[in-house]
C-alpha cells in the first residue's frame, strides 16, 4: 500500500516564508516519525528543497519517496497530478483558508484515492466558518454570537456592528487557519482602522464575534461513522495582542471539566456528517461551559505534542480507523508536553515536562 502523505506549507505550495514552511514541517516531521514505523505502507511525501536540511537529521529519510520542489520547476498542481498517480491512499495537512483542503481532497477522490480524513463535501462544511458555525448552532450546541460582515461597506457598518456586540469583539475572516486575520477588537477607533484596512483587502466576508473571556483549549480526537473517540484535553497559547496569535499547545491540560468539554465536542462531531480521522476542536472553557470556536479535520500541532505523551501510535491508529474501520483503545498519556510555534520569530520549540501525579 503506497501512501502519499501532503503538508501544504512544507511542500512549498505557496511562496510562504521560511518560518511557516518549518511550522508546516513540524507537523509533517510527527507524522512521518509514526507512519515509517509501519512496515507495511510505503510511504511518499513532497518537500520544498528549502527544508533539505532538516529532512537529513530525519531518521526515517531513508524510508520514503521524496517529490522535491523547487520554486519555477512547476507548480503545485502538476507536482501533485504525478503524487496522486503514484500512491493508493492520501493523507492532507492543509489549510482552510479559501478552502484549500477541500479542493485537494476532492482532487484525490476524483481519482478514486482512499482519504485519510474527512470527505471534500464535509471540508466544505466546516473550512467556513460562517457556515459551521450557524450549523452547530441550529443543533443546540454552545457556539459565540456571531454575525458576517460583507463588502462593501457602508458609513453605517461600524454603528450597525457595535448595536450588536459589546467591545471588546473579535474579526476574523470567513475562512482561514491558525489565528491567521483574527483581530481583537478593543476601542472604537480601531475598529474604524481595521474596517478601513479590511476594505482593501480581498477577502470579500469577514465574521464579527463575541469575545469570549475564558481558557483556550482544543480537544483532539479520532471520529468515523458518527463516533467519537476523545484523546485529549489541550491547552492552547494564545498571544492575546492586537491579534489573536496561535503560538502552542500543551498536552494534555488537567481540568475537572474535560468529561463536559469531552461531551459537547463528541456531540458535535456527530452532528457534522462525514466527519472522519484525526479531527481537532476549537474551544473557550468560558463562565458559562464550553464554547466551540472550530472544528479542524485534520492532523493539527496537537499532534505534534500527543504523539509524545501517548504510548502507542497515532498514525497506526489512525490507518486502521480509516482503512479497517476499527477504533483503538482510549490512550493513556503519560506525563505533559508542550509544543510552541512562534513564527514571527522563526522557531518552533518542544519541551517535555513531568506531572506530580504520574
Not at 27 to 33: E, G, T
Not at 288 to 309: Q, W
Not at 336 to 343: D, E, Q
Request: proline fraction near 5%.
Amino acid at each position: 500500500m503506497r501512501l502519499f502523505i501532503f503538508e501544504y506549507f512544507a511542500s512549498g505550495a505557496k511562496k510562504d516564508p521560511i518560518d511557516l514552511k518549518k511550522a508546516g514541517f513540524a507537523m509533517l516531521d510527527a507524522v512521518l516519525k509514526d507512519f515509517t514505523q509501519l512496515s507495511h505502507i510505503q510511504i511518499s511525501t513532497m518537500l520544498d528543497c528549502s527544508l533539505g536540511e532538516h529532512l537529513v537529521r530525519a531518521p526515517y529519510a531513508d524510508k520514503l519517496d521524496i517529490f522535491w520542489r523547487e520554486q519555477g520547476e512547476k507548480n503545485t498542481d502538476e507536482h501533485l497530478e504525478e503524487c496522486l498517480e503514484q500512491c493508493d491512499a492520501v493523507l492532507m495537512i492543509a489549510p482552510e483558508t479559501n478552502g484549500t483542503i477541500a479542493q485537494f481532497t476532492a482532487r484525490a477522490e476524483d481519482r478514486g484515492k482512499m482519504i485519510l480524513g474527512s470527505s471534500a463535501q464535509t471540508l466544505e462544511l466546516v473550512c467556513n466558518k460562517e457556515n459551521i458555525l450557524r450549523f452547530l448552532e441550529s443543533k443546540g450546541l454552545p457556539v459565540p454570537k456571531s454575525k458576517v460582515l460583507r463588502k462593501p461597506f457602508s458609513v453605517h457598518t461600524k454603528v450597525t456592528i457595535l448595536e450588536h456586540f459589546s467591545l471588546p469583539l473579535v474579526i476574523k475572516p470567513v475562512s482561514g487557519t491558525g489565528g491567521e486575520g483574527v483581530t481583537l477588537v478593543k476601542t472604537e477607533p480601531q475598529l474604524e482602522h481595521l474596517l478601513e484596512e479590511m476594505a482593501g483587502k480581498e477577502d470579500d466576508s469577514y465574521l464579527v464575534q463575541e469575545f469570549v473571556c475564558g481558557q483556550d483549549v482544543s480537544v483532539s480526537c479520532f471520529v468515523l461513522d458518527g463516533k467519537v473517540l476523545p484523546l485529549s484535553l489541550n491547552r492552547q497559547i494564545i498571544q492575546k495582542e492586537d491579534e489573536l496569535l496561535f503560538s502552542g499547545v500543551t498536552v494534555p491540560f488537567i481540568h475537572p471539566g474535560q468529561q463536559a468539554v469531552f461531551g459537547v465536542v463528541s456531540e458535535a462531531c456527530k452532528r457534522v456528517q462525514g466527519l472522519r480521522g484525526f479531527v481537532g476542536v476549537d474551544l473557550v472553557l468560558g463562565a458559562s461551559g464550553p464554547v466551540i470556536m472550530e472544528i479542524n479535520s485534520r492532523i493539527t500541532s496537537a499532534y505534534v505534542a500527543l504523539r509524545e505523551v501517548v504510548p502507542g501510535n497515532l498514525a497506526k491508529d489512525l490507518w486502521f480507523l480509516c482503512r479497517e474501520h476499527c477504533f483503538p483503545d482510549p490512550p493513556e498519556i503519560k506525563g505533559t508536553f508542550t509544543y510552541l510555534v512562534n513564527t514571527q520569530k522563526e522557531r518552533a520549540e518542544a519541551c517535555r515536562e513531568s506531572l506530580a501525579w504520574i
